[in-house]
């Protein structure tokens, strides 16, 4: 039997299992060149190799040091690969300080106020004309319910991780001191022990015009 996890689910799982996340980044949008990306929740740096293998400048930050030693372990030598441990509801950063904030699949892990504080600061940090990019899974995911509810719309997985599933009013209004550019739900198909069943994500873009 595995012992209790951390305090920290996600220390506990990247440190007992090592990498979460295989495969090719799919769905990478077009992100401006100039000035520098702050990757919100990095993880074991599947989103952000791709990143630097495309010459961006980009800072990786995760709360989870276990996370971070993966993330680096993936960086390509002489690549000027920068990493902070940090919280998405506190930013280390000066506000205005990027052209462009990445948050893929990491506000949706966060409770309520959580996410809030989240979009706040992601807001606070990119600078005006800078562009922010979202990705959540929706509210017409097959694993939406499929848990323990800890709130509305929020999944507690057995592994202590949870999940919220947005709808996309609920996303626009979570970034509402930015201006939308797009906000759209994916959906394709897994097929698990031969049934089909239905994935569903958001994506979006924001803009900061002030």
């Known amino acids: 039997m595995d012992p209790a996890p951390k305090t920290d689910p996600w220390e506990y799982e990247y440190s007992r299992k090592g990498r979460l996340w295989g495969g090719a980044v799919h769905h990478l949008p077009e992100i401006p060149r100039e000035g520098r990306i702050l990757e919100l929740g990095c993880g074991d740096g599947k989103t952000y190799r791709t990143l630097l293998e495309r010459d961006y400048e980009v800072i990786g930050i995760d709360r989870a040091a276990s996370a971070l030693n993966l ?5 390509p030598l002489g690549s000027g690969a ?4 940090a919280d998405a509801c506190s930013l280390p950063f000066a506000d205005g300080s990027f052209s462009s904030v990445i948050a893929f699949h990491v506000i949706g892990h966060l409770p309520d ?3 809030a504080r ?5 807001s606070r940090v990119i600078r005006n004309g ?3 990019f979202f990705s959540g899974f929706s509210c017409e995911d097959f694993r939406a319910g499929a848990g323990s509810d800890t709130e509305p719309g929020t999944v507690l ?9 947005f709808s996309e009013e609920e996303v626009l209004g979570l970034f509402c001191r930015l201006h939308p550019l797009s906000c759209i739900t994916r959906h394709w198909v897994m097929t698990i022990r031969g049934q089909p069943l239905p ?12």
């Open 130 to 132: 800078g562009t922010l």
């Open 113 to 115: 106020e959580g996410r």
């Open 157 to 165: 997985r057995k592994n202590g991780i949870a999940t919220h599933y």
């Open 71 to 75: 993330c680096r372990s993936l960086a």
């Open 118 to 122: 989240a979009a706040r600061e992601a």
């Open 82 to 85: 920068q990493f902070a441990r």
């Open 199 to 210: 994935r569903a994500e958001i994506a979006a873009a924001f803009t900061k015009t002030s």
